[in-house]
């Protein structure tokens, strides 16, 4: 059985099971993927060909409740890319990129599509212990906008 355990910090002694669908927020992030992912996709579509159709670029998403990922689709072996960002003129860096496949509802109440969950290892993102904001990367999705409601169903 391919079921994944998605669990949230509990109060308590145990993690409490997520529900199959949680809501979130598309949100602005550090547009680092935008610039980055080009320099990654050959990569990662050569480790992964499952994602060779995506958008080179991610949707940034604040889910209304923490998702605590404990088991992957697919993880890759440490690709080599070329970090450009503002604090850098660039550089090389080594990473390993981790998907969970998703149904991605945008805006919500329209027709769910096939996405990913893009966890990029060396991302503030990943490190956060409490998890509340995820990546997601899907083919071309028109007029998505900050602030605007969407949803995962995950597997």
């Not at 949707?59 to 970090?83: A, E, G, K």
């Amino acid at each position: 059985m391919s079921l994944r355990e998605r669990t949230r910090p509990g109060l308590g002694l145990s993690p409490i099971t997520m529900p199959t669908v949680i809501d979130g927020t598309v949100i602005r992030g550090a547009r680092a993927a935008t610039k980055n992912i080009k320099f990654q996709l050959t990569h990662l579509v050569w480790q992964f060909p499952d994602i060779k159709e995506i958008y080179p670029g991610s949707i940034n998403v604040r889910l209304d409740q923490s998702l605590q990922i404990t088991s992957y689709d697919y993880t890759t072996l440490p690709i080599p890319w070329w970090d450009v960002d503002a604090t850098h003129p660039g550089r090389w860096v080594s990473e390993i990129f981790s998907f969970v496949e998703i149904k991605f509802e945008y805006p919500q109440g329209g027709t769910p599509r096939r996405a990913w969950i893009f966890d990029c290892h060396n991302s503030a993102y990943f490190s956060d212990p409490v998890r509340f904001r995820y990546e997601i990367i899907a083919t071309k999705i028109d007029g998505i906008s900050y602030n605007q409601r969407c949803r995962l169903h995950l597997p």
